[in-house]
């Protein structure tokens, strides 16, 4: 996978305040604010920084957590894990694979076949429609 590597003053000009804040400074969306949380179009998600496809629609669902989620990245290098120790419960974050963007966290309760749930920031994410047909 081709590494995506700007400076922070790029990504600042490349990004929304929100995106930025979200994707290089790992913040998080409010539950239920995000754009994706009730889309159920098909196609790919991208990473909303790079491009870097990450996950398919086919692999999202209702999660009723408040943000968009998925139970498997559409390669596994798509993506890459971190230890989050932001709160008093170390959690397992989420990155870009291509950019290193925060794209949320992973978690052991989601729905077979693979037992994950993939909580992903909507603002950190594109979906690409035509992409479904490929």
């Known amino acids: 996978m081709q590494k995506v590597e700007l400076t922070d003053a790029e990504w600042k000009e490349k990004l929304t305040p929100e ?3 979200v994707l290089r400074k790992a913040d998080t969306e409010a539950p239920f604010t ?12 991208a990473c909303a920084g790079c491009g870097a496809e990450l ?3 086919e692999t999202k ?3 009723g957590t408040g943000w ?3 139970w498997e990245p559409i390669t596994p290098d798509a ?4 230890r989050d ?3 008093l419960i170390p959690r397992t974050e989420v990155r870009c694979g291509s950019c290193g963007g925060h794209l949320g966290h992973v978690f052991d309760d989601g729905p077979q076949p693979t037992g994950k749930r993939y909580c992903m920031n909507s603002c950190a994410l594109a979906l690409d429609k035509r992409s479904a047909e490929s």
């Open 85 to 87: 120790w932001s709160m």
């Open 34 to 45: 995000g754009k994706y949380v009730h889309v159920k179009d098909n196609g790919v998600y």
């Open 19 to 21: 995106q930025y804040r």
């Open 55 to 57: 996950f398919r629609s």
């Open 61 to 63: 669902f209702d999660s």
């Open 79 to 82: 993506v890459e894990f971190h």
């Open 68 to 70: 968009p989620s998925f």
